[in-house]
């Protein structure tokens, strides 16, 4: 795949144009969660990760709608299956499960996602599979879970230096702000203390995070990708709900006619 800079910006673009398309439908989903977090899918699918060798673990489940989309956008799995995102009985469901296709492993419930990638790193290792990388993406919110921060600490001390966690802070929880919340902050320095490399990114800057995962490191590495859940749609109102977005007819239409005109700009 095609992983320069101007690729891997479309990319971004249309992973956001399918998740709006599969939001559109109910009228409400985790959009926000696919606005924020796109350059990062965008990133790992396009330039780093390796299907059949490497492993994508999606701690937040909710964020599957990301994976969801660049795996369409990549080949991974059928557009056409995107139709049936959310709806009874599909696989592709709005909230990722063990049973979700296209992440190697995808947590229901938030804050385990590290748990489970940490030890995939360790197993790989212990079995001679020193060539495979595992990404995990988790969020800002999952800080908040000691889990979180346990696996943090296993990995640091076993010095997993082929896990690379993408951290999505975007500052958006189901109650609010996170900083209005709990203190997370200072987030690279706190992953330092834990043995990890730490680097602080433009989480839409989907060059920079390109060049991050490829950098090497003798520790397991954290990008914290400061996003906002509203980046790539100017429509939005200034009300919507990041972590929740409720997307009426109208304004799906005119997300989608903004997200396709950028791709159409693109090509210019």
Not at 94 to 110: D, H, K, N, Q
Not at 161 to 188: F, H, K, M, W, Y
Not at 225 to 236: D, E, F, Q, V, Y
């Amino acid at each position: 795949m095609d992983a320069t800079e101007p690729a891997l910006r479309r990319l971004a673009t249309a992973i956001r144009l399918r998740a709006v398309a599969m939001v559109a439908p109910q009228g409400f989903g985790y959009l926000g969660q696919a606005l924020s977090a796109a350059e990062q899918y965008a990133a790992v699918y396009g330039a780093a990760y390796r299907p059949g060798t490497d492993r994508v673990v999606c701690s937040p489940g909710h964020y599957v709608i990301a994976a969801y989309a660049a795996a369409a956008e990549t080949g991974l799995i059928d557009e056409a299956a995107l139709a049936s995102y959310g709806q009874n009985g599909s696989s592709l469901e709005a909230i990722g499960t063990e049973r979700s296709p296209v992440p190697e492993f995808t947590c229901g419930s938030l804050g385990q996602g590290l748990s489970a990638a940490a030890g995939f790193a360790l197993g790989d290792r212990l079995t001679g599979r020193d060539d495979v990388r595992t990404f995990a993406f988790i969020s800002d919110g999952e800080l908040q879970e000691g889990q979180v921060w346990e696996a943090a600490m296993f990995a640091g001390h076993h010095r997993l230096s082929r896990l690379t966690v993408l951290l999505d802070a975007n500052n958006s929880q189901v109650d609010g702000p996170v900083d209005s919340i709990t203190t997370i902050e200072p987030v690279a320095a706190k992953w330092r203390a834990f043995g990890w490399d730490a680097v602080d990114l433009d989480g839409h800057d989907v060059a920079a995070i390109a060049a991050a995962l490829a950098a090497g490191t003798h520790r397991p590495r954290a990008l914290i990708c400061r996003t906002s859940t509203r980046h790539g749609l100017a429509c939005l109102p200034p009300d919507a709900d990041g972590h929740f977005i409720k997307l009426p007819a109208d304004l799906a239409e005119a997300a989608a006619a903004e997200l396709r005109a950028e791709l159409a700009a693109g090509h210019d």
